[in-house]
């Protein structure tokens, strides 16, 4: 269990969610200043353009080797509670991340949708203290445990609401509705947005020339693809076999075959310019998988397909191993790959040459400014915002911006059993 992405913990046990106090609605509130236009970093335009946050201070509170990590948002406390960012409270589990033409911030917090504003504030855009389904005005809607978001170029919301197996959106006109799946009905089947069901929905991209969603669920069948415009559904990986037994295992080749994958994805991200997805093959196989149109290959990772000690290891393609990992950002310009893999991140480029990022303080696989880095967004090039809400980071925060170099990223090459 201890290897399960931390937004999906808790999945399908009611027990897990804590009551709390609702925190100040404000579901849409005008920032101080206007801040340059952006996108989502996985969208087909590429980079965002950067979003400034004036209220961190431009001294980071660490640097070393050109890069510098600033503490953004969230105390150490558990809760929730809106207001100035570093004043903030989240819960235990955020989810992906995702920002607007305005470069505000969503942030996945189980059963609430916050924002945090390019002026410092955090606010409730939607949801409640409370697991529940109910669509509608923001304010009012209600949500089981919101996984991940991504945004299309209208600023358009399209949200895994986890453990009610849906899909919700979330429209310029703060309107929730169900983009596809009948909420609190689990199930397994393809077609009309009213027909079918889903498992666990845990992660999704959006591919805006395609015109699909691209979800990925915790269960038996691992990918899906919605299309935008109609809702439909259609399964693209299950791992079952001919007589309904599951398959786990590692190796190259069409979607359509058995044995493809381990038994649990996590983390998926996507290059607008190719557009190849990447996702995290954990559980079983360690490794960084590319799909191209319905095939898959191995960028990066051994896949050993059995159970074996995790180790941290640097190297190319399948001489590397991760031991960690948890969440994947694409980055447009560097023509690489960022992954939270344990207390570190590590890059991972298109022909799978795997490097530590060589953080302030690092020391080999273990970086002592965090504990465990669960979600990844990359800004722009020059800015990446890294999730740890353990409650044990020496920033004493929960989200930390990264601020990265114009030129080559400095690097350590690590080889350690973890």
């Not at 991140?345 to 273990?366: A, C, F, H, M």
């Not at 970086?367 to 990359?378: D, E, G, Q």
């Amino acid at each position: 269990m201890n290897r399960i992405h931390v937004t999906v913990i808790c999945l399908g046990f009611t027990a897990c969610q804590p009551v709390l106090p609702n925190p100040t609605f404000s579901p849409n509130p005008s920032p101080v200043f206007s801040a340059p236009s952006a996108q989502h970093s996985q969208t087909p335009s590429g980079q965002p353009s950067p979003s400034p946050f004036p209220f961190a201070t431009d001294s980071p509170a660490f640097s070393a080797n050109g890069i510098g990590v600033t503490p953004l948002a969230g105390k150490q406390i558990w809760g929730y509670k809106d207001g100035p960012a570093l004043e903030a409270q989240f819960g235990d589990a955020i989810g992906k991340l995702c920002q607007d033409s305005k470069g505000n911030i969503y942030i996945p917090d189980r059963t609430y949708l916050r924002k945090l504003s390019p002026d410092g504030q955090v606010t409730t855009v939607a949801g409640g203290a409370t697991m529940g389904f109910q669509n509608g005005a923001a304010k009012d809607a209600r949500f089981s445990f919101i996984s991940a978001c991504v945004i299309d170029r209208e600023d358009n919301l399209y949200l895994t609401d986890a453990t009610n197996f849906c899909i919700r959106k979330l429209n310029r006109s703060d309107q929730v509705s169900t983009l596809a799946g009948r909420c609190s009905q689990y199930g397994e089947s393809d077609g009309e947005p009213n027909t079918a069901r889903f498992q666990a929905v845990r992660d999704l991209i959006i591919d805006e020339n395609k015109g699909n969603l691209i979800v990925i669920e915790e269960g038996r069948i691992l990918l899906r693809k919605i299309n935008l415009n109609s809702g439909y559904v259609q399964t693209l990986y299950d791992r079952r076999n001919a007589l309904g037994q599951d398959t786990v295992g590692f190796a190259d080749g069409s979607l359509e075959n058995k044995g493809i994958f381990g038994s649990s994805l996590l983390g998926i991200t996507f290059d607008p310019e190719s557009t190849n997805y990447y996702v995290g093959d954990f559980d079983e196989n360690h490794a960084i998988r590319q799909i191209k149109d319905s095939s898959v290959s191995t960028l990066a990772g051994k896949g050993a397909s059995q159970t074996r000690p995790s180790e941290y290891i640097d190297g190319q393609g399948k001489n590397a191993d991760f031991a960690r990992m948890y969440d994947l950002a694409f980055d447009s310009n560097r023509k690489l790959i960022f992954v939270a893999d344990g207390s570190s991140i590590r890059t991972v480029t298109l022909d799978g040459k795997v490097r530590t990022l060589n953080l302030p303080e690092q020391s080999g696989y273990q970086n002592p400014l965090f504990n465990s880095i669960h979600s990844l967004f990359l800004q722009n090039s020059n800015t990446l915002i890294v999730v740890d809400n353990s409650n044990k980071t020496k920033g004493k925060a929960v989200f930390y911006r990264i601020s990265l170099p114009d030129g080559p990223l400095p690097e350590i090459l690590t080889r350690e059993p973890y």
